[in-house]
Antibody
Framework: EVQLVEFGGGLVQPGGSLRLSCAAS????????MNWFRQAPGKGLEWVSY????????YYADSVKGRFTISRDNAKNSLSLQMNSLRADDTAVYYC???????WGQGTLVTVSS | DVVMTQSPLSLPVTLGQPASISCRSS???????????LNWFQQRPGQSPRRLIY???HRDSGVPDRFSGSGSGTDFTLNISRVEAEDVGVYYC???????????FGQGTKLEIK
């Protein structure tokens, strides 16, 4: 069974940093691209970042470019999202997802507030 | 950037009746490789999104056959042949053809039981 488990969310002040992680199991992690998506409270879905299976190709949404960094460790079946210079509008549930949303985690809530 | 427009945004349906959701893109979603990267997702209340349809018309494993996707170019439709109570939630279309800049979603359509 495919499982994606995100952790690392929480309350952080504006301008602060947070690192999200996603533990993957049940599939060959090193063969699949991965994505981070997010959903602000009561809002729709938004793509955040993409990383290829090898980690050599990376893309970011304009809204997070220069502030967020995606990475993966294929040896540990782990995906990460380093979030710096956080703003109030980054408040959302963050989901890791396999490929083009083939599988999703349960999400982790990030709240940016003073 | 590609804009995805869904209609209707609210869809009250009687149990056992069919339902249809439209998704239109501002540009053709036919990729240079010949595929059309249009996905449909279901998000039940309080749950993570779940992919129902990929490449416009391919049903994901485990998705009931009452769900079907159709369309081409810029016009796409998600059809539910007979709505059941468990189908309540928000449905999103997402394009992955024009990449980068990244995946873009429709606004979401909220399906409720009349």
């Amino acid at each position: 069974e495919v499982q994606l488990v995100e952790f690392g969310g929480g309350l952080v002040q504006p301008g602060g940093s947070l690192r999200l992680s996603c533990a993957a199991s049940g599939f060959t992690f090193s063969s699949d691209s991965m994505n981070w998506f997010r959903q602000a409270p009561g809002k729709g879905l938004e793509w955040v970042s993409y990383i290829s299976s090898s980690g050599t190709t990376i893309y970011y949404a304009d809204s997070v470019k220069g502030r967020f960094t995606i990475s993966r460790d294929n040896a540990k079946n782990s995906l990460s999202l380093q979030m710096n210079s956080l703003r109030a509008d980054d408040t959302a549930v963050y989901y890791c997802a396999r490929e083009t949303g083939r599988s999703w985690g349960q999400g982790t809530l990030v709240t940016v507030s003073s | 950037d590609v804009v995805m427009t869904q209609s209707p945004l609210s869809l009250p349906v009687t149990l056992g009746q069919p339902a249809s959701i439209s998704c239109r893109s501002s540009q053709s979603l036919v990729h240079g490789d010949g595929n059309t990267y249009l996905n449909w997702f279901q998000q039940r209340p309080g749950q993570s999104p779940r992919r129902l349809i990929y490449k416009a018309s391919h049903r994901d494993s485990g998705v009931p056959d009452r769900f079907s996707g159709s369309g081409s170019g810029t016009d796409f439709t998600l059809n539910i042949s007979r709505v059941e109570a468990e189908d309540v939630g928000v449905y999103y279309c997402m394009q992955g053809t024009h990449w980068p800049p990244g995946y873009t979603f429709g606004q979401g359509t909220k399906l409720e039981i009349k």
